[in-house]
């Protein structure tokens, strides 16, 4: 038996990735940029075992259906097939994140999981290396093996598609990120296929992409000169943009909740009353706000009129990949 262990953190895209231009490699339409975070994350132990006759995943200690493993095998297939490796394994997940919420489980899943598989069947691999295997499984886990932020830069080819570090001299630990739980359930759209759907259909497009690499090129400059307000204005503004598409895609369709739109109108109201912060989405309901740490708790206490206690989580900058040893009763 080869058994492994990892823990990966959620990672929220300032400039977001949205649409792929190979499906099979999982290689972007666009760079991306992100940021990791300490408040949500993955711990996935995998074991590569002579005894089972097929793959076995567990998340949260539920057995999965044969839809959910086959997503997992597909991944593991791709190890098999690199290491002519015969054995099935068993996946046992921990998310710490609510599933399909739009809140990046599948960034820290699988990242975790390629961690945990490179430690089983001792790979060694590098960070970029590691990453270009998470971006296999799921698109945003590669960013996922860093820590602080990272971007993702598109490449052409899988050699060429990988996450890297974005010197900042920390200044990510003067960051926090604020959840606003509007909706944890699953999403009726998945990302994949929200992307997919855009991508082909949305006649909004093709703006999405004339726009997209300058806003990467001035996160870039504002994480450099450690301008926030500069930061969230093309966080926020990007974020937009990408949900806009959504709106002209054949059919139509919308990540917004009446709740999402109800913490996007508070955010500027708090801006208009003098304190800065700015919102962002991802493929769900749920809003992320990009605040000062000095500025968080009168934030938390402004949305605490309108929100209850639980649905308002605070995340700071967060670490990358961490391996974790195997208990000897994890191994049975």
């Known amino acids: 038996m080869y058994a492994g262990k990892a823990r990966a953190y959620t990672n929220i895209a300032l400039i977001k990735y949205w649409g792929k231009k190979d499906e099979r490699l999982i290689l972007p339409m666009n760079s991306s940029l992100s940021l990791t975070l300490d408040a949500f994350y993955t711990e996935t132990s995998v074991s590569f075992d002579e005894t089972l006759t097929e793959d076995v ?6 057995k999965q259906d044969l839809k ?3 997503k997992i095998s597909k991944f593991l297939d791709l190890i098999r097939q690199k290491q002519q490796l015969t054995l099935f ?3 046992d997940s921990q998310n710490f994140v609510p599933t399909a919420a739009g809140l990046a489980s599948s960034a820290s899943g699988l990242a975790a999981l390629a961690g945990a598989c490179s430690e089983a069947l001792n790979l060694q691999l590098t960070e970029t290396e590691l990453s270009r295997l998470a971006r296999l499984g799921s698109g945003s886990a590669c960013r996922s093996i860093f ?5 993702w830069q598109k490449g052409d080819s899988d050699q060429t598609s990988f996450a890297h570090v974005i010197p900042s001299d920390k200044w990510e630990d003067d960051l926090a990120m604020l959840f606003v739980l509007v909706d944890d359930g699953i999403k009726d759209i998945s990302s994949r ?3 997919k759907r855009t991508v082909e259909t949305s006649s909004f497009y093709p703006g999405w992409l004339e726009n997209v690499e300058t806003d990467l090129a001035t996160a870039k400059q504002a994480i450099t000169e450690k301008d926030f307000n500069k930061l969230g204005e093309v966080t926020e503004a990007n974020g937009l943009r990408m949900h806009g598409t959504t709106l002209a895609a054949v059919p139509p369709f919308t990540y917004w909740s009446p709740e999402s739109l109800n913490v996007m109108q508070l955010v500027r109201l708090a801006r208009k009353e003098g304190l800065p912060c700015y919102f962002t989405m991802d493929a769900g309901p749920n809003v992320k706000i990009l605040v000062e740490k000095k500025n968080l708790s009168a934030l938390k206490e402004f949305l605490g009129k309108h929100f209850a206690e639980h649905q308002l989580i605070a995340a700071y900058a967060g670490p990358g990949i961490e391996m974790i040893p195997i208990e000897r009763s994890e191994e049975l």
Do not use: H, N, P, R
């Open 147 to 151: 820590g602080g932020f990272a971007e």
């Open 68 to 70: 959910q493993t086959a």
């Open 193 to 195: 296929d929200g992307m």
């Open 89 to 91: 394994a068993k996946v």
């Open 57 to 62: 995943f567990f998340l949260d200690g539920k």
